[in-house]
């Protein structure tokens, strides 16, 4: 069982940054590929960033591809996003997944966060 809690969300203005944490639990973290998804109010839910279990291979969403970086620290059972530039358009909570062997970015996912609130005005 992986129970994973989020983060560093908050209140920011356009062009500003944040760095979203989630934090793992359990000692099995490095075999899991970690993602961030996001889901705006209103809309569904939508892919963000993977990472891969070594984390030398990511993948982004055209629209934060550039502005986010995704990253992990298996030794502190951490992945990270930080987020450059941010837009109205990134309000939305973030969620961390974490995926096991055989899957993609495109799921299946086995475990979810809470979500942290980004609210970016304008």
């Known amino acids: 069982q992986v129970q994973l809690v989020e983060s560093g969300g908050g209140l920011v203005q356009a062009g500003a940054s944040l760095r979203l944490s989630c934090a793992a639990s359990g000692r099995m973290f490095s075999r899991y590929a970690m993602d961030w998804f996001r889901q705006a109010p209103g809309k569904e839910r939508e892919f963000v960033a993977d990472l891969s279990r070594s984390g030398s291979s990511t993948y982004y969403a055209d629209s934060v591809k550039g502005r986010f970086t995704i990253s992990r620290d298996n030794a502190k059972n951490t992945v990270y996003l930080q987020m450059n530039s941010l837009k109205p358009e990134d309000t939305a909570v973030y969620y961390c997944?974490?995926?096991?062997?055989?899957?993609?970015?495109?799921?299946?996912?086995?475990?979810w966060g809470q979500g942290t609130q980004v609210t970016v005005s304008s």
């Open positions: 997944a974490a995926r096991g062997l055989g899957s993609s970015w495109q799921g299946p996912y086995e475990y």
